[in-house]
């Protein structure tokens, strides 16, 4: 009977002692820079007190022991003259658990245990870079929700029209990114959200974001709402225009002109003969002082942030002589010909006419001798029969 009376007693001595280390557990929640006092149950209020501190947080390696006594951690955690620790500026080094034995004056020993975690409420997140519209059927940047100075890190959460919005990789789509500062500790989040309108949806949504702290039973904080306008999707009508048109002469001037419905929230870029042109985007594209080397196909590409992509029909540009221009180099050059094969004939004929002056010239000598020859003949002939008749009327 004694037997069981005193395994009676030692078992509700084991029970009590049990639950004096589970109800001396208990988890504290601090904010960062604010001092926290840990109390240390079963401490005598007076001296000399019989108690002992162990705390293992991020500054310790182990156990660390820290006595009534004081000593270099004070500046960090000290133990006041009722037996509680304080920690006159708590930070994330200070994460961790603390223990306190105390063993009062009739000899009977308490324990407490805390973990304790520490926090930074953030200022309310922000949207940045929001758009200014979407397109239904495109997929468009709604803005990027952003959450600076906040610890843990927490999450950040999108709702459209009040509604959470669920990445499924198609219609909707988060890209995170968190950052922690090297000497704050203090986490930033990035959430930038892409989504694509359905085809008569809503034409005005409204899109949130929210950031949730990492530890419980704290409220979110809610970023400004946006509103954005939703276009239905119309193809762009993308057309190049130039002037002159038709053949160009070589060395002038042609301007080719791209146009499109929205010429004010878009980007044009000019394309030749299938190639980029190395330009700045300009709606117009100015040729001067053209060469051969400047003929081709040219294009535009019009870039919509909504919109996407549209690119233009090709148009050629043709250079050579305009028609009026070749006609007069023709009968130019006709002149020139028909003036050179005139004078060649002047210049035959008045050779033509020398030589037969000369040849005149040669011949009129050779008739003189000959003219005079023939009168000599006929001379001779006159005179012999004269001589012969004088010498029959001789004696």
């Known amino acids: 009977m004694a037997a069981g009376a005193a395994a009676a007693a030692g078992a509700w001595v084991l029970v009590l002692s049990l639950w004096g280390a589970v109800v001396g557990d208990r988890n504290i929640t601090a904010r960062i820079g604010k001092p926290l006092v840990l109390n240390c149950r079963g401490a005598p209020k007076k001296p000399p007190q019989q108690l002992e501190w162990k705390l293992n947080t991020g500054r310790t390696e182990a156990w660390k022991v820290l006595s009534p006594q004081g000593g270099p951690w004070d500046s960090v955690a000290r133990v006041l003259p009722n037996g509680s620790l304080l920690l006159p500026a708590v930070g994330i080094q200070d994460e961790g658990t603390f223990r306190c034995r105390a063993t009062s004056r009739n000899g009977k020993e308490t324990r407490s245990t805390y973990q304790v975690r520490v926090y930074q409420i953030p200022g309310k997140p922000e949207?940045?870079?929001?758009?200014?519209?979407?397109?239904?059927?495109?997929?468009?940047?709604?803005?990027?929700?952003?959450?600076?100075?906040?610890y843990p890190a927490g999450t950040?959460?999108?709702h459209w029209d009040g509604k959470p919005l669920i990445p499924d990789g198609k219609g909707v789509s988060v890209q995170e990114e968190t950052r922690r500062h090297p000497e704050t500790g203090l986490f930033t989040l990035q959430s930038e959200l892409m989504v694509t309108p359905a085809q008569g949806g809503a034409p005005h949504p409204t899109f949130s974001c929210s950031f949730s702290p990492g530890l419980p039973r704290r409220r979110a904080l809610h970023a400004a709402p946006i509103q954005l306008n939703v276009w239905e999707s119309v193809p762009l009508e993308v057309q190049v225009m130039v002037e002159p048109g038709g053949m160009l002469a070589p060395g002038g001037t042609v301007t080719l002109t791209c146009e499109t419905p929205a010429q004010s929230s878009v980007q044009i870029h000019w394309i030749k003969d299938g190639m980029p042109l190395p330009l700045p985007p300009s709606p117009m594209l100015v040729l001067s002082e053209v060469k051969p080397e400047d003929q081709g196909t040219y294009s535009c590409v019009a870039m919509h942030p909504s919109h996407g992509s549209q690119e233009s029909r090709g148009v050629s540009v043709v250079i050579g002589y305009v028609e009026g221009q070749g006609l007069g180099t023709v009968a130019l050059a006709l002149g020139i010909l028909g003036g050179l094969g005139i004078a060649v004939l002047l210049i035959g004929a008045i050779m033509w006419r020398r030589r037969q002056r000369q040849r005149q010239e040669r011949k009129a000598p050779e008739n003189q001798e000959e003219e005079e020859e023939e009168e000599r003949t006929e001379l001779n002939q006159s005179e012999e029969p004269e001589a012969a008749e004088s010498g029959a009327a001789g004696p």
Not at 133 to 148: D, H, I, Q, R
């Open 127 to 150: 949207i940045i870079n929001p758009a200014s519209e979407l397109m239904a059927g495109v997929p468009s940047k709604v803005g990027t929700c952003v959450s600076e100075g906040g």
């Open 156 to 158: 950040l959460s999108w």
